[in-house]
């Protein structure tokens, strides 16, 4: 199991602006979209049947997002995903959308979750389990900070 899944998507015409350009808002969409696919293939995690079991999910209460390259209609994109933080009740999750051979970043997205109680809407701690898996698969970056860690992809 990678801790840095990633898969290959191609940019859709209805997503794109009369430019032929990835509207903002679907950069983040593709990403998030994406995640959830890895998190079913990668880690085995269903989260709609997660929240269905337990009453409890993630809600997303942050975004950073960095556009530095546009993506192109009918183009094709690699979006990786990884772990960079976790605590007992929250999750930083960071995704990458690269172009096909993969040698240009088009975006980078900082996504802060908090894992609630749906019944209760309030944050829980994750169950040992999610925790442990969250542990196993925290991908440590060397740029703590947004603004550095892209820094660190864009060359001056």
């Not at 430019?19 to 593709?30: A, V």
């Not at 094709?76 to 930083?92: A, G, Q």
């Not at 925290?138 to 603004?147: A, P, S």
Request: proline share 2%.
């Amino acid at each position: 199991m990678t801790k840095i899944p990633q898969s290959r998507h191609r940019i859709r015409f209805k997503d794109c602006d009369p430019l032929g350009h990835l509207y903002n808002t679907r950069f983040i969409e593709y990403m998030l979209e994406a995640r959830e696919d890895q998190i079913l293939e990668h880690y085995q995690l269903n989260l709609m049947e997660y929240a269905e079991q337990t009453k409890k999910s993630w809600v997303l209460v942050k975004h950073e997002i960095a556009y530095l390259q546009e993506a192109k209609r009918n183009e094709y994109v690699w979006i990786r995903s990884m772990i960079i933080r976790c605590s007992e009740k929250d999750i930083l999750v960071e995704y990458q959308m690269w172009n096909d051979d993969q040698s240009k970043l088009k975006a980078l997205l900082w996504s802060r979750f908090l894992h609630i109680d749906l019944m209760l809407k309030k944050t829980t701690a994750h169950p040992t389990e999610i925790q442990t898996l969250l542990e196993t698969n925290l991908v440590q970056i060397e740029k703590t900070g947004f603004d550095d860690r892209v820094k660190s992809f864009v060359q001056v």
